[in-house]
């Protein structure tokens, strides 16, 4: 994946050498799935969702192209705010996965069509500890509830999705409740709208904002909602 500095130099190098070596497909497909049958009750005011799919790179990508998120920030879940760290967090052995807390406006997409996107074009929910070329639990497949209430939607469009047997392997995303969302370093955010033609963000990620867009064309918008932005305005 990524580095800063030096080491974020050298790496993109080397990914740039070893890009001309890669298929022209993407790393992972879309899945065309079904809306969850159970979803939240309409509320009113901003929610929050803090999902993890592999790189935040791609997943927090996504959610900024979709409509009715506030907000989308890179960070860690699932550890403590002492290993909250990028290099850390590498090791494998925090506890934390890289996550993207969405804050989003339940008038405008629901938290079960924000489920669905991240099921079907976000990440592949059947790989374990792993998303495309990264290993390692900090790229496990993991959904952070706020409440009970996405919790019961969560889990109940898991069987929905398994019962349908939609994907050719059993989903892996684990449930569990969200006692702290940390935000990544400043350097990770936005990252894939400010490195478009970076090859990992190019061959792994790009073409999941396509997939939104092709897949959820009533949920996709073409100006990305940034960090950046968000902090301006505040």
Same mark, same amino acid.
């Given at each position: 994946?990524?580095?800063?500095?030096?080491?974020?130099?050298?790496?993109? $190098?080397?990914?740039?050498?070893?890009?001309?070596?890669?298929?022209?497909?993407?790393?992972?497909?879309?899945?065309? +799935?079904?809306?969850?049958?159970?979803?939240?009750?309409?509320? $009113?005011?901003?929610?929050?969702?803090? +999902?993890?799919?592999?790189?935040?790179?791609?997943?927090?990508?996504?959610?900024?192209?979709?409509?009715?998120?506030?907000?989308?920030?890179?960070?860690?879940?699932?550890?403590?705010?002492? $290993?909250?760290?990028?290099?850390?967090?590498?090791?494998?052995?925090?506890?934390?996965?890289?996550?993207?807390?969405?804050?989003?406006?339940?008038?405008?997409?629901?938290?079960?069509?924000?489920?669905?996107?991240?099921?079907?074009?976000?990440?592949?929910?059947?790989? *374990?500890?792993?998303?495309?070329?990264?290993?390692?639990?900090?790229?496990?497949?993991?959904?952070?509830?706020?409440?009970?209430?996405?919790?019961?939607?969560?889990?109940?469009?898991?069987?929905?999705?398994?019962?349908?047997?939609?994907?050719?392997?059993? +989903?892996?995303?684990?449930?569990?409740?969200?006692?702290?969302?940390?935000?990544?370093?400043?350097?990770?955010?936005?990252?894939?709208?400010?490195?478009?033609?970076?090859?990992?963000?190019?061959?792994?990620?790009?073409?999941?904002?396509?997939?939104?867009?092709? *897949?959820?064309?009533?949920?996709? +918008?073409?100006?990305?909602? *940034?960090?950046?932005?968000?902090?301006?305005?505040?």
């Amino acid at each position: 994946m990524r580095r800063t500095g030096l080491a974020s130099l050298l790496a993109a $190098t080397t990914a740039l050498t070893l890009a001309f070596a890669l298929p022209s497909r993407a790393a992972e497909d879309a899945v065309v +799935i079904p809306a969850p049958t159970v979803d939240a009750a309409p509320a $009113t005011g901003i929610q929050t969702a803090v +999902i993890a799919g592999g790189c935040f790179w791609g997943v927090q990508g996504v959610f900024q192209h979709t409509a009715g998120v506030v907000n989308a920030v890179s960070g860690y879940a699932g550890g403590t705010k002492a $290993t909250a760290d990028y290099q850390t967090v590498s090791s494998g052995r925090t506890g934390h996965a890289e996550s993207v807390e969405i804050k989003f406006d339940p008038k405008k997409i629901s938290y079960g069509k924000i489920l669905q996107i991240y099921f079907s074009v976000a990440h592949d929910p059947t790989q *374990l500890n792993r998303q495309g070329p990264d290993t390692g639990t900090q790229y496990r497949s993991a959904i952070f509830t706020t409440s009970d209430e996405q919790k019961k939607v969560a889990e109940a469009y898991i069987a929905q999705l398994s019962g349908a047997k939609v994907f050719s392997k059993p +989903i892996v995303t684990k449930v569990g409740a969200l006692e702290a969302f940390y935000p990544a370093e400043a350097y990770h955010q936005d990252y894939l709208t400010l490195h478009p033609n970076q090859p990992y963000i190019a061959y792994n990620d790009i073409p999941k904002v396509e997939n939104l867009k092709k *897949l959820f064309a009533d949920n996709y +918008i073409e100006k990305p909602t *940034l960090v950046s932005a968000s902090k301006a305005t505040n």
